[in-house]
Nanobody, 124 residues
């Protein structure tokens, strides 16, 4: 029902910034909690950031706290991930996902809809 498409990935040197966007179609995301995940080659998918259904709270993996910001705009049916002070270890494919829950979940299994992902490469 809901399709998610990420954009904004690319190549950046360490210390730089990128802003990822996730656009939804086929239905509104206003009833969903939203999350960003990333997966590097040879590693498991990792929760990066989440924002609750009511936008009353956010959550981040420890490694990105203070550097990344998640936000949503239900009027535009979109969610964003602002990434600052990027490090080479942030290199991964980043995917957005939607969960039919009022609370943020760090479990990938909780998310019903997934985007195809966008590549982020950070050079040293």
């Amino acid at each position: 029902q809901v399709q998610l498409v990420e954009s904004g990935g690319g190549w950046v040197q360490a210390g730089g910034s990128l802003r990822l966007s996730c656009a939804a179609s086929g239905g509104t995301i206003s009833r969903y909690s939203m999350g960003w995940f990333r997966q590097a080659p040879g590693k498991e998918r990792e929760f990066v950031a989440g924002i609750s259904w009511f936008s009353g709270s956010t959550a981040f993996v420890d490694s990105v706290k203070g550097r990344f910001t998640i936000s949503r705009d239900n009027g535009k049916n979109a969610v964003y991930l602002q990434m600052n002070s990027l490090k080479p270890e942030d290199t991964a494919v980043y995917s957005c996902a939607a969960a039919m829950s009022v609370a943020i979940s760090e479990r990938a299994a909780a998310y019903r809809y997934w985007g195809q992902g966008t590549q982020v490469t950070v050079s040293s």
